[in-house]
């Protein structure tokens, strides 16, 4: 299969390029700037020069195609603002172009504060008027017009050595403030997935996923949030301390808010339904390695 991959360059995309490539698939990479398709060509992926804001560009790279794996989301300040509206900009132009065809767009989600202080499964779908989601209801609208359109929900950590993600901030915020904090009793759960296994996962979507269908990249299930401080805090040598809300978010900014939010998850339909099962190093066993602990 002919797979077109936004976000190909990314942490998350380049695993996905590389265990698309092994399973013999020809891989196309949406790039930006010359050095995200040098590294493209080094991967032994095409390049489709582009930007996420060019939905003309992004049609086309969708219409070359066999299939899509959007994993491509602003994340950097001011574009971030607008970023929910332009990411389903982007889903509805690769729509467009699969409109009709049945080929697979497979979309990357989000897990977080979409069931809060519940188990969210597959088979739970928000009221997107109250729990806007612009990309997921923006893919699961294409399952009704010939597209075989899925969301792969993500736990909030994607974990794995390159992570500059969450953990990593964290970790990082730790360091500085000389204290790893968590919120309250610290007993809000993370959900969390290796890096690889996500990248397995998106395999498996694209070549058995249904139309509508909603996966969840979740490896470990729920990790009482004060379990993961623990751990920076003995690794760093720093002292582990609870914060109220308003504390957390002074002592951490916006990772304050998250560290409090309660979301665990399930995979157990995703695995039953794909033939995927983790199978890769747990969060917690990540963080007693030494990638995230290296000086910076």
Same mark, same amino acid.
């Given at each position: 299969?002919? #797979?077109?991959?936004?976000?190909?360059?990314?942490?998350?995309?380049?695993?996905? #390029?590389?265990?698309?490539?092994?399973?013999?698939?020809?891989?196309? +990479?949406?790039?930006?700037?010359?050095?995200?398709? &040098?590294?493209?060509?080094?991967?032994?992926?095409?390049?489709?020069?582009?930007?996420?804001?060019?939905?003309?560009?992004?049609?086309?790279?969708?219409?070359?195609?066999?299939? #899509?794996?959007?994993?491509?989301?602003?994340?950097?300040?001011?574009?971030?603002? $607008?970023?929910?509206?332009?990411? &389903?900009?982007?889903?509805?132009?690769?729509?467009?172009?699969?409109?009709?065809?049945?080929?697979?767009?497979?979309?990357?989600?989000?897990?977080?504060?979409?069931?809060? +202080?519940?188990?969210?499964?597959?088979?739970?779908?928000?009221?997107?008027?109250?729990?806007? @989601?612009?990309?997921?209801?923006?893919?699961?609208?294409?399952?009704?017009?010939?597209?075989?359109?899925?969301?792969?929900?993500?736990?909030?950590? #994607?974990? +794995?050595? $390159?992570?500059?993600?969450?953990?990593?901030?964290?970790?990082?915020?730790?360091?500085?403030?000389?204290?790893?904090?968590?919120?309250?009793?610290?007993?809000? !759960?993370?959900?969390?997935?290796?890096?690889?296994?996500?990248?397995?996962? %998106? @395999?498996?979507?694209?070549?058995?996923?249904?139309?509508?269908?909603?996966?969840?990249?979740?490896?470990?299930?729920?990790?009482? %949030?004060?379990?993961?401080?623990?751990?920076?805090?003995?690794?760093?040598?720093?002292?582990?301390?609870?914060?109220?809300?308003?504390?957390? %978010?002074?002592?951490?900014?916006?990772?304050?808010?998250?560290? $409090?939010?309660?979301?665990?998850?399930?995979?157990?339909?995703?695995?039953? @339904?794909?033939?995927?099962?983790?199978?890769?190093?747990?969060?917690?066993?990540?963080?007693?390695?030494?990638?995230?602990?290296?000086? !910076?």
């Amino acid at each position: 299969m002919h #797979v077109f991959v936004t976000g190909a360059t990314g942490f998350i995309g380049s695993a996905v #390029v590389k265990e698309l490539l092994a399973a013999g698939h020809q891989v196309t +990479g949406l790039a930006r700037t010359e050095d995200k398709a &040098q590294a493209l060509t080094a991967a032994g992926a095409q390049v489709h020069r582009g930007v996420l804001e060019d939905p003309e560009s992004l049609k086309a790279g969708a219409a070359a195609a066999d299939g #899509v794996i959007h994993l491509a989301f602003i994340h950097s300040f001011p574009g971030f603002l $607008g970023a929910p509206k332009k990411d &389903q900009r982007a889903i509805d132009a690769m729509g467009t172009a699969l409109e009709g065809t049945g080929k697979p767009l497979v979309v990357a989600g989000a897990i977080l504060m979409l069931k809060p +202080g519940q188990l969210l499964t597959e088979d739970n779908i928000p009221n997107y008027a109250k729990v806007p @989601r612009k990309s997921e209801e923006a893919v699961l609208a294409w399952a009704s017009r010939g597209v075989r359109s899925a969301v792969v929900r993500l736990a909030p950590t #994607v974990h +794995g050595d $390159g992570d500059k993600g969450f953990i990593s901030m964290l970790i990082g915020s730790a360091r500085k403030k000389r204290s790893a904090g968590y919120v309250g009793d610290g007993s809000a !759960r993370w959900a969390a997935v290796h890096r690889l296994d996500t990248a397995r996962l %998106f @395999r498996l979507a694209l070549e058995k996923g249904v139309a509508g269908g909603i996966y969840h990249g979740v490896g470990d299930q729920g990790i009482p %949030f004060k379990e993961i401080a623990t751990v920076m805090g003995r690794r760093l040598g720093v002292p582990v301390v609870s914060k109220s809300r308003l504390g957390a %978010f002074l002592h951490m900014g916006f990772l304050g808010f998250l560290a $409090g939010s309660d979301g665990p998850a399930s995979s157990q339909l995703t695995q039953e @339904r794909l033939g995927w099962k983790p199978e890769h190093a747990t969060l917690m066993e990540d963080l007693e390695g030494d990638y995230y602990f290296k000086p !910076r």
